[in-house]
């Protein structure tokens, strides 16, 4: 069909001009960080800020630093969490660059091989944490290079520690200083945020519940927790099935929404979103409507009307239609942002865009009957940006096989 596929993970285009409009200027050293080489120091910076954005759980400026000089009388917890955090960093940054994936693997190697110097039940300062956010780091990285299995092990881990720290328990954040409670609910809301969206992406069991305060309002959201306060917000509209259910195709996690048949509660306000930087922005809205679609695909009706459930308009997160007006949704989003595309896709958020994908390509043969051509539409539109900014990934090979045949 006249496809042409896109360049594996290049990015073509001047990346640090578009660092330079999103504040980042000083620390993208331009094309020279993405070449064959290994990334520079000031591009390892850019890369932390990315993970930073989505996870304000660490010290950026004393873990940059710590990293650009690595001291050699560090403890066995801090050195691991410092080189957990690389390995993460450079991960979630993975469709960055095109000098494959050799590099990520050989610092996930050597970051697992310091975090088995240390006893990681060990009792440790209740404040420092290191051995818990060393596990969640590895998992990110672990996640982020496809690892599945390694991945689920280690949020286990990271999560076991955090239960064994009573976090889950908000009267425990009682006894914590105001700044120290802060810190420590960005860490369980983050473990929540992670473990809810790793399971509903590989049909995994959750263990943790929405039960602890936010790290402040969503009203008064603000710098370098407002993304992390509208993720939150967007998983406290939904219900979770703790226990799960089997069905002929294996495990899955049931989702639907607190509010019956209204799937317009996860839509945000322009306001709660004005204060994110825009690739938070762009993350947040992808999530809101993979979220739609994890409802349409894994939802249930609760509680059900007496005459049964029936998708229907009147019942729009289940009417056949969904994934067609989510993914255009997404077309819309990702249309609009385009210059900053190559920078806010991770392969996290890859892995949500060919989630929507595949529910569109779904309803494709009854759709054909109904709306001709619709969903190839969408389809094509988001081949077509990904082809733009020249980015692979799974979304892109899912697309070029899907339009191709």
Known sequence: MGLREPEGNKVIGDVSSTAS????????????????QPPSTN???VY??????????????DVTQNLVQMPSNLPARRYALLLAIKAAAHAHS????????????QLLTEAIRASKKYDVVEEEDNYSLEGMLASFFLFIACWNLDRVTSAWWYLRQSIGLALARRLNQEAEYQSFTVQEGERKRRIFWTLLIAERTFCLMHDKPVVLQADIILPCSPSRAHGEVAALVCS???????????????????FVTPVTLKEYGNDTTLSPSSQSLSHLPVIQRIDHLVTMNWLRAKVWELGSAQPRPSSGFIASNENAPWRL?????????????????????????????DRKLHAICACVFDILPPMQRIRPGVCEAVLRGLWDLLCKVNLGGRTADFLFAKLKA
């Open 94 to 105: 993975s469709l960055l660059r095109d000098y494959g994936d050799e590099c990520n693997h």
């Open 321 to 349: 239609e969904q994934p067609l007006v989510i993914g255009s949704h997404v077309v819309e989003i990702l249309q609009s942002s385009v210059d900053v595309l190559t920078l806010a896709l991770t392969p996290v958020l």
């Open 21 to 36: 409009r999103l504040g980042l200027g000083n620390y993208f050293p331009g094309n020279n960080g993405i070449g064959s």
């Open 43 to 45: 591009t390892l910076s």
């Open 48 to 61: 932390i800020q990315r993970l930073y954005w989505s996870m304000p759980i660490f010290d950026i400026v």
């Open 232 to 250: 939150a917000t967007l998983f406290q509209r939904l219900l979770f099935d703790t226990s799960g259910s089997w069905t002929a195709t294996g």
